[in-house]
């Protein structure tokens, strides 16, 4: 395994990600990434697929609107 792999595998076992976008800089971040991914969504109700493989947070979101 190379050492970003194992680094990348590493953060992702240590739970990190789950909580990464509550911190204040996480909050800009999530703020910011709603803001652009809402140019482009269609209007609810609507199919979206969330691939981004993380612990779902912008999947809640996606869900919360429709």
Do not use: K
């Amino acid at each position: 395994m190379e050492d970003s792999e194992a680094a990348l595998r590493g953060h992702y076992d240590r739970g990190e990600e789950r909580c990464r976008l509550s911190s204040a800089i996480g909050q800009v971040e999530f703020e910011r990434t709603i803001e652009v991914i809402s140019r482009a969504l269609p209007a609810p109700p609507a199919v979206v697929a969330d691939i981004g493989g993380g612990p779902g947070r912008y999947s809640i979101w996606l869900a919360e609107r429709g």
